[in-house]
């Protein structure tokens, strides 16, 4: 008979064996003669919320491209639940439980906020679009458009075209219209990138609700909201690690905050340390060091 404890033992040990969501090793990437990532190793657990911070330059945006299949690695593995993804279509990638924001809003300016949701949704159904077929006569289409709305919280403005959408708006229509293939594992690069404090307050706690039991994976130049979301913190430096750990380790390390985050305070600044931190980074990382 099965006891309780080997039931345990048992999970515990499948818990540890199961796949991280996603996981790059050794991942190369040359453009002409420029080595823009160096071997790069990167794990992010299922249902975790990372951050990835390192200065213009450092490689963020190319991880993104060739995690999403936009560019194939010059070498190395990228791997979704598992799965080698590398190498694959964008649309492929997709279809596995992958979708991405980018930096640069993509809407269709002209159309509402409720048809940019629902193109979205038809999308993600397999279904594509038809010119034959009336959109509203797809009822798990249109439910899951207005369940989006809700979420992102646009019902007041589900009528109006998104290219008349405050920047705030344009990017909640942008998360809601990446959420809409369910997707598990969210590529999200700078998403609160021109807001006002009051906005980023507001849409953090908004990806915070929208991305609960998914895999995060984001860009982000804010440092509160690197520190007010992630569960940890990866510092990209010249297509390496510096350093990946929780927020109260990367926070303390001396190498990071030296070389990105800023100088350390002097010692006898005690409490006032933290408030050294700034809320954006630009200073050049020289070195790379350990990977997760």
């Known amino acids: 008979m099965t006891t309780a404890r080997q039931t345990t033992s048992a999970a515990n040990a499948g818990a540890t064996q199961s796949a991280p969501a996603l996981e790059v090793r050794g991942l190369i990437w040359h453009t002409g003669r420029s080595a823009i990532l160096r071997g790069l190793d990167l794990s992010v657990r299922a249902g975790e919320r990372m951050a990835l911070i390192g200065p213009n330059g450092a490689g963020k945006t190319s991880l993104f491209n060739l995690i999403s299949g936009r560019v194939a690695p010059t070498a190395g593995a ?5 799965q080698r993804i590398d190498g694959k279509k964008p649309h492929q990638i997709h279809r ?9 809003t993509h809407l269709f300016a002209r159309l509402s906020v409720f048809e940019n949701l629902r193109v979205a949704a038809l999308g993600a159904s397999g279904q594509g679009y038809a010119l ?9 289409v249109n439910a899951r458009a207005e369940t989006l709305l809700h979420s992102v919280q646009l019902q007041a403005r589900r009528d109006t075209p998104a290219g008349e ?17 369910n997707a598990h594992t969210i590529l999200l690069d700078e ?12 849409f953090m706690a908004l990806i915070r609700a929208l991305t609960a039991g998914k895999t995060l994976l984001m860009v ?27 927020p109260q380790a990367v926070r ?15 010692a006898d600044a005690g409490a006032d340390a933290d408030a050294a931190i700034p809320t954006t980074a630009a200073t050049n990382v020289q070195r790379a060091g350990r990977p997760c």
């Open 96 to 104: 596995m439980g992958l979708a991405r924001s980018f930096q640069i």
């Open 132 to 140: 034959w077929r009336a959109l509203a006569r797809l009822p798990a």
């Open 252 to 266: 303390a390390d001396a190498r990071v905050r030296q070389a990105y985050l800023g100088p350390l305070p002097d």
């Open 220 to 246: 982000e130049h804010d440092m509160n909201v690197v520190f007010g979301l992630a569960d940890r913190i990866a510092v990209l430096a010249n297509g390496a690690l510096l350093a990946c750990d929780t």
């Open 78 to 82: 990228i791997c979704l639940n598992g």
């Open 165 to 181: 959408l405050t920047h705030a708006q344009q990017r909640a229509l942008e998360l809601g219209v990446t959420l809409a293939g």
């Open 191 to 202: 998403p609160t990138a021109g807001m006002s404090q009051s906005e980023t307050g507001h």
